[in-house]
């Protein structure tokens, strides 16, 4: 099994109640979404283009939401060109390619689909020479149109001011898309979700038209958008790096002011040394935080079953309640790391 390593990141430090500092680092978490770590091709199906018998009611509800021709095609196009891109720059997938089909259609209209067979899903993986299938299952914008004049004050040639209308104009663009992601040789839907975005213009003016700048703008940012909501969709089979906020001890007896100043230089294995030394301490308080402050040093190099064994110490032994919560955050990091070791092993 491939050996994991974690990577950290130590921030500035701020000084906090009960003798403890904050510290912050990076830790790669697993994706939300495991897909087995065997699968190296993948396919891509745009399902958002409405069926014949249902594409007349769309076109009525895209002028009723005020939508220009073609703008949900485009903007399910530029989603698609953004999980593309997104898993093409990852070296988790060695293969990805959109997926030809003509089996498949949409209801169209905001609906999301029915899941498909697997009898056709299997046929689309195999004309296709792929082993899982993410299929864009609908994309669909709603706009809103808010329009009203307001009394502005505006100042004259004499000193005073004169009230004038100015004219404005609030375009609200939600776009929704619905994704499914199919793993053939499992025969599971891997993932199945729906995600709501919104994308907000206004402009303002002392005339219609300048109140109108608004539209002009939209289309470039709805598409912006649904190009970046492909890319957020691909992180889903992504394992990703997260910040995360720790304490640890800085009062306790000399040496942890010590070890606190060590710490602040990045030193953390010279303040280790110290923490070791208070781990014997006759006081059973200082005992117990330094046990505490050697779980954390076993988590910045990545130790985490060197990490439990301290805070089960720390809290066994020496009654430390801060060890009982802090072996809980790393009950839960051992968890992730497991995850993380199946999704990256291939």
Known sequence: MRKIYFLFFLMPFILVSCGMNYLTMWVTEPAPVTINPKITKVGIIDRSKASEETEKYDNIDKVLSAEGKNFDKEGSAKTVNGLIE???NNTRFTEVKMAETERIQNPGVG????ALTW??????AKENDVQVLFVLSFYDTDTHIEYKVVMKDVANPLGGTVPVPEHHCIVTTTIKTGWRIYD????VIADEVIFKDVVVSEGHGINPLSAAQAVMGRKEAVMQTSYQIGIGYATRVLPARVRV??????KGSPKFKIGKRRAQVGDWDGAAELWLEETKNPKRKAAGRACYN??????INGDLEGAYEWTSKAYTDYKNKEALRYQQVIKFRMAQQRELEYQTDH
């Open 86 to 88: 997104q898993l093409n």
């Open 111 to 114: 609906v999301f689909p029915a």
């Open 119 to 124: 009898d056709v899903v299997d046929q689309i």
């Open 184 to 187: 053939v040789a499992d025969r």
């Open 245 to 250: 906020t720790r304490e640890y001890y800085v």
């Open 294 to 299: 050697m779980a954390i040093h076993c988590e």
